[in-house]
């Protein structure tokens, strides 16, 4: 049954044609994961999916996670990348995210593997109405990291909290892209990102709100702190805000 409802929503908010790693990841795919929280189930433990990066050899790897929350469902996932072999890895992943009427995701991602690893990791998030989701990505340990999350307001009364974490230094580079979406009136938007960068580190944060034309009565605010250690780390900050309605806060 719930496969059977997956079905219909894989590749339904990751749209190849717009990005390219995208399109490489639906290509490629080799593993994949369906977590489905039925009506009104509230999770009660939260469910941790480890991913390990183990090989003799330089390797890519093309992972695909499908979340789905029916109405009223209520779920925290926790996931975590490691890297335990010292060898080159190029990993990609795609996370397509549900979020039914009234239902609540608590989401982490977190990183801590090796200056070997390049990681590109592509999140697109759909909300239905009076929901909530707080997403966290954190970068502790890395090489390059690229994370790109979208999220889609697409039914009326939601709200979202989402937050980055970035640790960084040696010639690690972390970036991160985030578009929020006010399709429909009265959504709240909260979005804070932090990045400390020690030696020869660089950070990148580029964080779109997009307010449309119908999207009355929005709240949105967006904070990007950062500290430098270091003259020779670099930081390149891009918040942008986008608004085509009169009513609103931002």
């Not at 029916?70 to 060898?87: V, W, Y």
């Not at 998030?125 to 997403?135: C, F, G, L, M, T």
């Amino acid at each position: 049954d719930a496969q059977d409802k997956a079905k219909g929503l894989y590749g339904a908010l990751a749209d190849t044609s717009e990005d390219g790693i995208t399109a490489l990841n639906t290509m490629l795919a080799q593993d994949a994961l369906l977590i489905y929280v039925p009506k009104n189930v509230k999770v009660d433990r939260a469910i941790q999916v480890i991913n390990i990066l183990r090989s003799d050899v330089e390797l890519m790897v093309n992972r695909r996670v499908l979340v789905v929350l029916e109405k009223g469902a209520d779920a925290k996932i926790l996931f975590c990348d490691h890297a335990a072999d010292d060898r080159k890895f190029l990993a990609t992943q795609v996370v397509e995210v549900f979020v039914g009427e009234n239902a609540h995701l608590d989401m982490t991602c977190l990183e801590e593997t090796h200056y070997k690893n390049v990681r590109v990791s592509n999140v697109y998030i759909d909300q239905k109405a009076n929901s909530r989701v707080d997403h966290n990505v954190i970068t502790l340990h890395n090489g390059v990291t690229r994370n790109r999350t979208d999220l889609v307001f697409s039914g009326e009364g939601a709200e979202c909290y989402m937050n980055g974490c970035v640790i960084a230094d040696k010639e690690q580079r972390v970036d991160n892209n985030t578009l929020i979406d006010h399709k429909v009136p009265h959504c709240d938007s909260h979005e804070l990102y932090k990045y400390v960068l020690d030696d020869r580190a660089v950070g990148a944060f580029a964080g779109k709100v997009l307010v449309r034309k119908d999207a009355q009565k929005t709240t949105s605010q967006e904070t990007n702190q950062n500290l430098c250690a270091t003259k020779e780390c670099r930081m390149y900050t891009q918040p942008m805000l986008e608004i085509y309605a009169d009513d609103v806060k931002c």
